[in-house]
C-alpha cells in the first residue's frame, strides 16, 4: 500500500461523488445554460453573502481572473513573498495580467497591516500605482497556516482607506473555516473576489470557484473565456462539488486530526529538527543530516510519497484518501529509516 501524501489534489471522487457526477442535469454553461453549474455558483456566493460566482477549471484560473481584474498596465500587487500568485502560477501575474508585485515577509506566510500600509506606493509618477492586496488563507508555504477574520480587519480598512482592492486566494479556505468556525458571510465581507478550491481537501477531480460582486463576475467571466476557460456540459463537475460542500467539509477536521498526530511522529525522528506547528492539514519538516532528496528516497522505499518543500524541508499533506490504518503504518514505516 503506498501512502501517497505528496498534495490533497491526488484524491479520487468516492463512489457517492462519482453517483451525483452521473446523475448531474447539464446544459451548455458558455451559453449559461448549465444548471448545476449556476446551482453551484449560487450556492457558494450565498454561503459566503457574495452577489455571484464563476466555476472554473483551477484555481490558477481564478487567481489570475481576479489579478487581471483589479489590476492594468503600470499598476502593483501587494502580497506575500510565498504566495501561491506569485510562486507557482507560471509568472501569470506578469504574463497574463502585466503588472508589477510588491512582496512582504512575515511569519508563516501571512503579511502585517502594517506591512501593507507601508509598501502602499506613493502617487508619483516613478511608481506603479497599487491597486491591489492578495492574502492567501490557508497559506500554503506558510504551513497551512491560518488568519483570522480579526487579522482581516484591520487589512481591510487599510484597502478601504486607500482605495484598493483585496482577494483571498482562499484555495484551502475551508480548512481554515473548519478550524475557526468563523462567519462566512463575514469572511465574504472583507474581500472584492474569493477564489475557492473544491480539487484540493474538498477531493473533487476538477474545480475552483471565484467569488465576487456581479459587476466583477460579469467581467469575470469575459476574461474566463479570453483564458480559455469556458467550459460546455461542466455541470459534471459542478454536481461533485455541490456533492463536496454538502459533504466533505466537516471532514476536514480528520484530515487535520491525522495531521497533527503525523506531525508528532515525525517530531520523534532523529534526521527530523523541527515539525512547523501543523495548524491544518499540511505537515513540514526540516531536516537534519540528510537531504530532502535523500530524505524523500528512503520514504519511497518504504511506500511513502512526499515532496521537497525549500532547501532543507519536506511536505506532507494529509486528505480524504488517507485514513487512520495509513496514519498507524507511517508511524511504523519511518521507524524504518
Ligand atoms: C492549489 C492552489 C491554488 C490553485 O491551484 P490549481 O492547481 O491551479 O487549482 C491556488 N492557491 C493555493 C494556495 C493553492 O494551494
Redesign the pocket.
Known sequence: MIIDLRSD?LTKPTESMLAAMWAAEVGDDVFGEDPTVNALEQKLAGMFGMEAGLFCP??????QIAIRLHTSLQTEVICHKY???YL??GGGIMSNSHASVKLLDGPYGKISPQDILDSINPDDVHAPETTLVSL?N???KGGGSIYTLEEIKPIKAICEQHGLKLHL?G??FFNAWVETGESLKDWGAMFNTI?V?L??GLGCPVG?VLLGSMTDIKRARKVRKAFGGGMRQAGFLAAAAIYALDNHVDRLKEDHDRARRLGAMLADHPMVSEVFPVMTNIVIARLIGITPAEMLQKLEIQGIKAVKFGKDQIRFVTHLDFDDEMLESFGERIKEI
Not at 483551477?58 to 487567481?63: D, E, P
Open positions: 489534489t483551477s484555481g490558477t484560473m481564478t487567481n504566495s501561491h500568485i507557482y502560477e492567501e490557508t497559506m500554503n486566494d484555495a484551502r477564489s478550491c480539487s484540493k475552483s
